[in-house]
């Protein structure tokens, strides 16, 4: 018979004489393995005890086909043992307790991504029932002789079963190998239970009204019209926002001269969530499948839920609910992403982004400043999209773009550019490496000149069609990883500096590094946390329960801004990531609203109770809250 094996990550179990650690029989002799996370990092197993057939050289397939089930929506990571070392990358199923068919293209683990614009968009692939997260090894697969996973701080007790794994020239598809579905009528995982699951129509309608009787309760948080504080007045404004240092701290100041620390949420919309990418491939998945659809045509959950609750006219009450949730909240400001039908009501502050910058997937997110046209470009792109916004009051500024590949590598940008097609960049490349040789250093000196001119092309256009709003920066992927030189360019440039950061909060020593450096205000365009509760993804800072997710929201922002030079936060996102997947794949519990058109209670009672904080916090009179969430690193 076919040998299945579970791995666990987390019980304990020791059979000597195996040769492999925690290898056992189950009372149907069916081979199993129990891993603890804590003992070693990754747990391995002989391929020929799962599949005999296996060959050693795999370098005549396209295709591994894996049958598994796990217990969790926490990233895996899948690794096979490998002449050259251990090779592995991260798998997330869509759904937990389930037999699952994953396919995984081979060329994830032998050829390294393709480079795109940003961070995403590159590392992450997209399958029908979950998810690849793409890893920073690559090689031949050749004397393949084990398979290993391990789960980075297991949430609970996990559990992976794999029934078998074989290999293909020609993708078969993923497959859900179950006989009922995976989610209900309401979009909710059918397979998992929770405490605020509903069960009914009537449920859900009554907690909607319960919310509906309360929504126009609350507090003003002190807020001025635009969001300052009105205990803090400067002056009487400039009819726009802009930044002040006042007593050695940072602050942006709003239209009418208050003080103003920015508190945001990406991606604000009606109806987001539940929706579904692939129905064909997918359908055996639902219960019910939605006849609701979003702009991009997709059966929706969602926008479903919304119908229900406000009937065919939805668009109208759900906007108005949405602006009122974040008054109730304390929340100041629409946050990158966002749909225009909510900044563009003028009651609360507003980010955007400028789009069509020519950055180019095959230069990993720069643009070609050695194109004759690039600042023309840039130039009439600037200048169509700001006339929308140049006389707005609520608009705080402009992101440049978000994470940008090329940071740290512009060892392989440079190896692009001299591999692609002969164009003036290449010439350009070509001849800064005969003068200074071609070292890492010298690439990356010349990858930063590019980024200079390319700065330099935004900043004057901003200023040229758009003088009275910020120029926000570039939301920086990974802000410990960005080195001086990079910041000295930064700082030439931007009215404040920004990073997107998802960890339990920024940490000091980077913020004073950089600080330092810039004297710039800084704010964080992305940062979330989420559980796997709810049969959604992790996210990507996970948290073991809703109740956590409040105290780890409170620590990350109230830690964060009791530093002097930090003005602001964009929570990603508003509601959660679709359960089977968003363009990329991403499923993450990382909203403030469910599929159901429900807030998660405790991270907007957090919300709320920060928001009366923040003031007193960074001026210097309160102790940030010091509860990190359980088991934190």
């Known amino acids: 018979m076919r040998k299945i094996f579970l791995l666990s990550l987390t019980l304990p179990l020791f059979l000597a004489g195996t040769g492999i650690d925690n290898v056992g029989l189950d009372n ?280 229900r609750r406000y009937g065919d006219n939805y668009w109208g009450p759900a906007i108005d609910m949405t602006l009122k949730r974040m008054q109730k909240w304390g929340l100041n400001t629409i946050a990158n992403w966002s749909d225009s039908e909510m900044y563009n009501k003028n009651q609360l502050a507003f980010i955007v982004q400028l789009p069509d910058l020519g950055l180019e997937g095959g230069l990993m997110g720069l643009c070609d400043v050695y194109n004759p046209g690039y600042k023309d470009l840039i130039d009439k792109s600037v200048s169509s999209f700001v006339s929308n916004f140049r006389g707005n009051s609520w608009l705080i500024g402009y992101f440049v773009c978000n994470e940008p590949a090329w940071i740290n590598n512009e060892t392989r940008l440079c190896q692009l550019i001299l591999d692609g097609e002969d164009k003036p960049i290449k010439e350009a490349l070509k001849a800064y490496l005969e003068t200074n040789g071609d070292s890492d250093s010298s690439r990356r000196s010349f990858v930063l000149d590019m980024f200079d001119k390319f700065l330099t092309a935004v900043s004057y256009s901003l200023m040229k069609y758009d003088p009275y709003h910020l120029n926000l920066g570039i939301r920086f992927g990974d802000p410990n990883i960005l080195g001086e030189d990079l910041l000295n360019v930064c700082k030439h440039h931007f009215d404040v500096f920004s990073f997107n950061c998802y960890q339990l909060t920024p940490d000091r020593n980077m913020l004073d590094r950089t600080a330092k450096i810039l004297d710039l205000p800084m704010i964080v365009g992305e940062f979330h946390f989420g559980s796997v509760d709810r049969g959604l993804g992790q996210s990507l800072w996970p948290v073991e329960s809703q109740a956590e997710r409040g105290v780890a929201y409170r620590y990350y922002v109230e830690n964060a801004f009791s530093h002097p030079n930090f003005v602001g936060t964009g929570y990603f996102q508003w509601s959660d990531e679709p359960f089977v997947g968003r363009f990329d794949g991403e499923n993450f519990n990382c909203g403030l609203i469910d599929v159901t058109d429900r807030p998660y209670k405790a991270l907007v009672d957090a919300i709320s109770e920060s928001s009366r904080r923040l003031f007193e916090v960074h001026s210097g009179k309160l102790q940030p809250y010091d509860q990190k969430p359980i088991n934190a690193n």
């Not at 197993?45 to 396209?62: F, G, H, M, Q, T």
């Not at 070392?85 to 869509?94: K, P, V």
């Not at 006989?179 to 069960?199: N, T």
């Not at 991606?267 to 219960?287: A, H, S, T, Y």
């Open 28 to 307: 149907e002799g069916a081979t199993f393995l129990i891993l603890n996370h804590s003992e070693t990092p990754v747990k391995k197993v002989a391929l020929k005890d799962i599949n005999p057939d296996l060959p050693e050289d795999w370098s005549d397939y396209r295709f591994i086909v894996l049958e598994y089930k796990t217990s969790t929506t926490q990233e895996i990571r899948l690794g096979f043992t490998t002449q050259r070392g251990y090779n592995e990358l991260g798998i997330m199923s869509y759904v937990p307790g389930a037999w699952n068919r994953l396919v995984i293209p081979l060329n994830c683990y032998t050829q390294l991504p393709d480079p795109k614009t940003d961070l995403a968009a590159m590392w992450n692939t997209p399958r029908d029932l979950g998810w690849i997260k793409l890893g920073w090894t690559s090689g031949p697969m050749t004397r393949v002789d084990s398979v290993g996973i391990r789960i980075q701080n297991p949430i609970g007790t996990p559990e992976i079963i794999i029934r078998n794994i074989t290999l293909t020239d020609n993708d078969p598809g993923d497959e859900y190998l179950e006989d009922s579905p995976a989610y209900d009528q309401f979009g909710q995982s059918i397979r998992m239970d929770y405490p605020e699951k509903v069960h009914s129509m009537g449920e859900l309608r009554k907690e909607w009204a319960s919310e509906q009787s309360t929504i126009d309760e609350y507090e003003s948080y002190g807020y001025s019209k635009f969001g300052g504080y009105r205990a803090a007045r400067l002056d009487g404004g400039t009819g726009f926002f802009r930044v002040a240092k006042v007593d050695g701290r940072w602050w942006f100041v709003d239209p009418e001269g208050y003080l103003f620390l920015s508190s945001g949420v990406n991606c604000v919309g009606i109806g987001k969530g539940g929706e579904v990418r692939n129905l064909d491939k997918q359908k055996e998945l639902f219960q019910k499948v939605p006849w609701v659809v979003n702009w991009q045509k997709q059966p929706s959950f969602g926008l479903w839920n919304l119908v």
